[in-house]
């Protein structure tokens, strides 16, 4: 195990975790917690596979709509996906702020998986509206309202 992976988070001089952090006791979840990438990277990465796969299954035959929006919209949204993680485990050490809460990483992982759910079922309003309040719903975490 390296030195930096030492759980709970310490502060940037080395003291108890930020007040307010989530007290969390499983290890592997306040790993995910301080590092939401660790979550998020790889489901953005099957997301961005399953966004390229359109082409080769509407050539084959197996899709029988063109998927140009949808491809558009989950690939966007794949490209959030890895922002939240990025920004959901850099932010707070940038702005020395206590990580994600539990609820919080799992609502967004709620929201963004659901917006990308609607863009595969070609609702494409209803995952506009989902990845908008995801991206609120991030945004607020931050402050921790």
Known sequence: MQPDRDLPRKDAVGG???????????????LLLREPFRLLFPVALVVTLAGVALWPLLHVGWLEIYPGTMHARVMSAAFVGFLLGFLGTALPRLLEASPLRAAELALLLAGWLGSVSAYFLSRTATGDLLLALTLWLFVLSLIHI
């Open 16 to 30: 108890e975790p930020p007040a307010g952090g989530p007290e969390v006791t499983n290890a592997p979840a306040a």
